[in-house]
């Protein structure tokens, strides 16, 4: 059985940083690409960012680029998100999602086959 587990999730500042990892568990973690998305209420859920199996490529939304860095231990299992500068407007639900990704040059596709249960970030203002 597939697990993902998120964590690091709670609240935060305006301007502050946190951290958050996705422990899996129940797959060959190093076959898969990790993604991070979060949900906010009453709006879809979106993806923030996506990391290849190696870890070689990476992804990034563009509100979140250059602020969010999205690493891998494949070692650990574990894929984790720094979050930087938070704005009041991030506060979500963020969870991790493993899958197969395409990238490389202007293509980029993310086909997520598992789910995390989530992890909570609010951030007052």
């Known amino acids: 059985q597939v697990q993902l587990v998120e964590s690091g999730g709670g609240l935060v500042q305006a301007g502050d940083s946190l951290r958050l990892s996705c422990a899996a568990s129940?797959?060959?973690?190093?076959?898969?690409?990790m993604g991070w998305f979060r949900q906010a209420p009453g709006k879809e859920r979106e993806l923030l960012a996506v990391?290849?199996?190696?870890?070689?490529?990476?992804y990034y939304e563009d509100s979140v680029r250059g602020r969010f860095t999205i690493s891998r231990d494949n070692a650990k299992n574990t894929v984790y998100l720094q979050m930087n500068n938070l704005k009041p407007e991030e506060a979500a639900d963020y969870y991790c999602?493993?899958?197969?990704?395409?990238?490389?040059?202007?293509?980029?596709?993310?086909?997520?086959?598992?789910w995390g249960q989530g992890t909570q970030v609010t951030v007052s203002s």
């Open positions: 999602a493993g899958g197969i990704a395409t990238m490389g040059g202007d293509d980029f596709t993310f086909q997520n086959d598992y």
């Open positions: 990391i290849s199996a190696s870890g070689g490529s990476v």
């Open positions: 129940g797959l060959t973690f190093s076959r898969y690409a």
